[in-house]
């Protein structure tokens, strides 16, 4: 390429444009004219001002730090993630205790201390462990392990400009990687390196706001691809940098590349905090793992609760209140019915155990038994009642889904209609919550009745036992009913008791 004729062009084209800009270009041109001297008479013959070119000297100085950091540009370029550098840092800096706290907070850790010790006990452990692990990054690691992260991002990208290919503008014959060969230079027109040298001031401005590099060359040393790297002439490299800060070479030649005054080189920017979030994933992976464990023994107790108090072909799910019909409100955008397994399982408890054994009980010992406390009958009546009642209230609410009913015909109507309008969607969501609210009311008043009178069939049972403190007439009753007392209230009372833990978190079933 003929370079003559380029800046030729660049020189004609900035008279014509300091022609049209008149006075207001020329004090511009002036004190960005003498800034240029004030770099050459320190020293630095960067920038031909007349010619508008980069010179040679700058090549040759550039192609020096291209020789530093060509080791460094090759390793970052095979491992340029960020995440990278996080993992392998924090790692590295982790102590001796805080090792051995992570080894504890470790899933199998907590998995195999399950088996040992209660829930609780591991809970309060892995807290304490947590806590230790913890106490080393608030005595200053923190600080250590964020800046020592800062310096590394700010060494990879001053390293991962391509020096090469700007080096290459002024010297045609240069190839990559080789530093034996006494190159050439050419000047080059501004605009063809003005953008890699604005790269360059800003990353070498930000690298001298780092002091500590051994710490960083040490760090680095221990990742696998580090080669051998020459940190002296690095040390003397960013020396320099320091000294042309001082003598703001870096600010001279932004606001000669960008032509305004207004230029300023980057500035290390606030080290990130990259410990924190470390800290917030140690947490919540063994959070995550206790809960792991909580719920699979729940979802275990439940399942055994499940088979003390049904068996398969007791389970009687529901015509319409299901997982299958909300399915279909839920794919039009709308909620679902929030209480599906609890209904069914409330349902399926009312048609095993309201039957007529227990039925022909509570009547008769309503006619027969005679108690010394006067409320103990009434109230056994009353409870049972309310909930055959509430027996009645499920299967009627789940039969008035059906659109033969008011409220099913509602239901199919509004979702017919939802595909393509919002406020109805908005209106379906609001009738399913109004028929969650009433099963929720259900299940709250049928358990609450269920703990009740269990409570006396355990009373009554303690009292057939243990002589008759309450009953005074037991023979009389069970005479009427054919059979103990005990061999009906026994059965009834635990199955009822497994029922109420079965069903403690109904809202999540």
């Not at 692990?133 to 390293?159: H, I, K, P, T």
């Not at 509570?362 to 509430?390: Q, S």
Request: aromatic content about 14%; proline content about 3%.
């Amino acid at each position: 390429m003929d370079y003559s004729k380029t800046d030729k062009k660049d020189s004609f084209f900035s008279r014509i444009l300091g022609l049209l800009l008149g006075r207001n270009r020329t004090p511009l041109l002036r004190e960005l004219k003498n800034r240029n001297k004030v770099m050459r008479k320190a020293g630095y013959h960067f920038y031909n001002f007349g010619k508008s070119r980069i010179t040679p000297q700058f090549a040759s100085y550039l192609y020096s730090v291209y020789q530093t950091v060509a080791p460094l540009h090759n390793f970052f370029l095979a491992n340029n993630d960020p995440e990278y550098y996080k993992r392998q840092l924090i790692a590295y800096s982790l102590s001796d205790t805080q090792r051995k706290m992570i080894q504890n907070l470790s899933p199998e850790s907590i998995q195999m201390a399950a088996t040992r010790i209660s829930i609780k006990s591991v809970v309060e452990n892995c807290q304490r462990c947590f806590s230790e692990f913890r106490a080393e990054y608030v005595g200053g690691q923190a600080v250590f392990v964020n800046d020592l992260y800062a310096a590394v991002m700010a060494l990879r990208q001053f390293c991962a400009l391509d020096y090469y290919a700007c080096l290459k503008k002024f010297g045609p014959l240069l190839q990559e990687n080789t530093f034996d060969l006494n190159v050439h230079w050419i000047p080059v027109a501004k605009g063809y390196a003005a953008d890699f040298v604005i790269d360059f001031v800003n990353a070498a401005n930000v690298l001298i706001s780092y002091q500590d590099w051994n710490r960083v060359f040490a760090f680095l040393s221990s990742l696998p691809q580090w080669e051998n790297f020459d940190s002296e002439r690095f040390h003397q490299m960013t020396a320099g940098f320091s000294e042309m800060y001082e003598k703001k070479v870096f600010e001279t030649l932004g606001c000669l590349m960008t032509g305004s005054l207004d230029f300023m080189p980057k500035i290390a920017p606030e080290p990130r905090d990259i410990v924190r979030p470390y800290e917030e994933n140690v947490y919540n992976l063994f959070r995550s793992t206790v809960q792991d464990i909580v719920r699979e023994r729940k979802l275990s107790q439940f399942n055994e609760l499940l088979e003390k108090v049904f068996s398969y072909a007791d389970i009687k799910r529901l015509k319409l209140y299901t997982s299958e019909e909300s399915r279909q409100y839920e794919d039009r955008g709308a909620i679902g019915f929030a209480y599906c397994n609890a209904m069914m399982y409330l349902k399926s408890f009312f048609m095993k155990y309201l039957t007529k054994p227990l039925d022909n009980f509570v009547h008769i010992f309503e006619v027969v038994g005679h108690c010394y406390v006067e409320n103990v009958i009434p109230d056994m009546v009353t409870r049972y009642n309310n909930l055959v009642d509430l027996k009645a209230e499920l299967l009627k609410f789940d039969q008035h889904l059906d659109p033969d009913f008011s409220e099913g015909y509602q239901l199919k109507s509004l979702l017919e209609n939802s595909r393509s309008d919002d406020k109805i969607i908005f209106k379906l969501t609001g009738c399913i919550s109004d028929l969650n609210e009433q099963a929720d009311q259900i299940l709250k008043t049928s358990l609450e009745s269920i703990q009740e009178l269990r409570k006396i069939f355990e009373s009554l049972l303690n009292d057939r036992k243990t002589g008759g403190a309450l009953v005074s007439n037991w023979r009389d009753v069970e005479r009427k009913v054919a059979c103990r007392a005990d061999e009906i209230l026994e059965p009834a009372a635990i199955s009822f008791h497994n029922f109420e833990l079965m069903m403690k978190d109904y809202k999540s079933l």
